[in-house]
T-cell receptor
């Protein structure tokens, strides 16, 4: 079974802190994605990566950066957390192409206080 | 740019009835894939069904079918014989060839199945 694992289920951080959200997949997938999910707004793409060290901005990249040094790991970084970044963050991976479904992690509920 | 629109924030259906969840999409790329995912209250994302842009027939997976109307750019999910366990959030999503495998989601439809 494909497994996508996010490092934390719940996180509470202070405003201004640097926050790292880690995601690891075990199926050698090329593509990895970071989304945030907010009520009424669905899943909005923050960043995605189609190869090691490659990244593309999604629809809402402001305030975030990413790192993909190894194929299996995709990190989302909040350089200076703000309260408006309080959200559910979902990581996903897929093997590529338009006909392959994505597999998701369990999500990280981040609260910035 | 690619876009997915789901216009039904919430839907109710009686148990054992069929329900259709609407999804329209916008892309200029001729090659794309359309997906539906289910998210129960527990939060996990469950893949339900896939339709490719060049597929001649509508996709079906058990009680799920996809009503694909390419000219209208719609990809509605039909759930037959609804069950209480179908109560969940449902998301339509799209990948286009020219988008670097970017996976874009709609805002979702909250389905509630009633007795």
């Amino acid at each position: 079974d494909v497994k996508v694992t996010q490092s934390s289920r719940y996180l509470v951080k202070r405003t201004g802190e640097k926050v790292f959200l880690e995601c690891v997949q075990d199926m050698d997938h090329e593509n990895m994605f970071w989304y945030r999910q907010d009520p009424g707004l669905g899943l909005r793409l923050i960043y995605f990566s189609y190869d090691v060290k490659m990244k593309e901005k999604g629809d809402i990249p402001e305030g975030y950066s990413v790192s993909r040094e190894k194929k299996e790991r995709f990190s989302l970084i909040l350089e200076s957390a703000s309260t408006n970044q309080t959200s559910m963050y979902l990581c996903a991976s897929s093997s590529g192409g338009v006909d392959t479904e994505a597999f998701f992690g369990q999500g990280t509920r981040l609260t910035v206080v | 740019a690619q876009k997915i629109t789901q216009t039904q924030p919430g839907m109710f259906v009686q148990e054992k009835e069929a329900v259709t969840l609407d999804c329209t999409y916008d892309t200029s790329d001729p090659s794309y894939g359309l997906f539906w995912y289910k998210q129960p209250s527990s939060g996990e994302m469950i893949f339900l069904i896939y339709q490719g842009s060049y597929d001649q027939q509508n996709a079906t997976e058990g009680r799920y079918s996809l009503n694909f109307q390419k000219a209208r750019k719609s990809a509605n999910l039909v759930i037959s014989a609804s069950q209480l366990g179908d109560s969940a959030m449902y998301f339509c999503a799209m990948v286009v060839t020219g988008g670097g495998n970017k996976l874009t989601f709609g805002t979702g439809t909250q389905l509630k199945v009633e007795l």
